[in-house]
């Protein structure tokens, strides 16, 4: 099979997932992923970060999934032996997150049920799973077409990861941050989140990446929670990356260094995968370094 290079894979919300020396890349890999039927997921796989195999289908949607489209923002996580794939797609109740479960971290991934997790009502995307000893936590956004202030949610998992334990609670709201401004898609106004992904410092306090729109376009900003993952939140006045790129997530390589992966730009085909080194230093995280 032919190696592609990082700059030949059209790609949005990448998620690396590391297991016995390969990464495994995923991400919203549909031609179109605004409008049209959903065709599914697919992975790449690589030893160095630098090229890379595939695609290889991890996920197509049987004939009666509720997901018509939106096939968006995979994310893969490992719990108790299984994998777990968090998804947001499109049906005609709106947009929810789904839970869905695999052998292997090269799939096929099965949906636990055949409907989102997230509540019916509700428009939402950009699940993400925290886990604390044995319990794991949906994290995920209310969307702000829907609510015009975009959230930030959370709700605890039950254990076989198949239906929300508690009732969702909202960690902040976009606004709350300094750095975001009104987004006008769409001819609505609001202020968004996305693409929330949670990491544990070595103070032992928790850093949220989350992306929205700032002065300088489609940016990543940071909060902090010094008392857990149900906050308060503190959101950082310095951006972490505002260079028209986001929906990133944090993961340490081989060599236990910390990197940011981001879609970069934001403008649809144009969209590159963009790695960028990260330094922990005095309870927050920089960028220190470029692509690898």
């Not at 991400?27 to 195999?53: A, H, I, P, R």
């Not at 797609?89 to 989102?116: H, M, T, Y």
């Not at 006008?184 to 306090?205: C, F, H, I, R």
């Not at 879609?263 to 922990?280: A, F, G, T």
């Amino acid at each position: 099979m032919k190696k592609l290079q990082q700059n030949e894979i059209r790609i949005r919300d990448p998620f690396i997932f590391l297991e016995e020396d390969t990464y495994y890349l995923y991400g919203s890999t549909d031609k179109n992923t605004w409008t049209g039927s959903g065709n599914g997921f697919q992975m790449y796989k690589s030893s160095d970060l630098k090229q890379f195999e595939g695609p290889f289908e991890v996920f197509h949607p049987e004939p009666d999934f509720w997901g018509m489209e939106n096939y968006w923002a995979p994310e893969i996580s490992k719990y108790k032996g299984c994998y777990y794939m968090t998804a947001s797609f499109k049906g005609e109740k709106g947009r929810g997150v789904q839970l869905l479960q695999a052998d292997s971290p090269k799939g096929p991934f099965i949906p636990i049920r055949n409907q989102a997790i997230t509540p019916e009502k509700w428009d939402c995307l950009d699940g993400t799973c925290y886990a604390n000893g044995d319990s794991v936590y949906l994290i995920f956004c209310h969307e702000w077409t829907q609510v015009t202030d975009g959230e930030v949610c959370i709700a605890l998992l039950s254990k076989d990861m198949d239906y929300l334990q508690t009732s969702v609670t909202t960690l902040f709201k976009a606004s709350e941050a300094e750095w975001t401004i009104e987004n006008n898609e769409y001819n609505k106004k609001g202020y968004v989140t996305d693409g929330p992904y949670v990491v544990s410092l070595q103070n032992g306090e928790l850093a949220m990446i989350w992306s929205s729109y700032s002065k300088s376009g489609y940016s990543i900003g940071v909060s902090y929670s010094k008392e857990g993952i149900y906050g308060p939140w503190e959101h950082s006045k310095e951006l972490l990356y505002d260079k028209d790129g986001g929906h990133g997530m944090i993961f340490r390589n081989k060599r236990n260094q910390m990197f940011l992966i981001i879609h970069s730009p934001n403008s649809w085909m144009d969209e590159r995968i963009k790695l960028l080194e990260i330094q922990e230093a005095d309870g927050k995280i920089r960028i220190i370094g470029g692509i690898i």
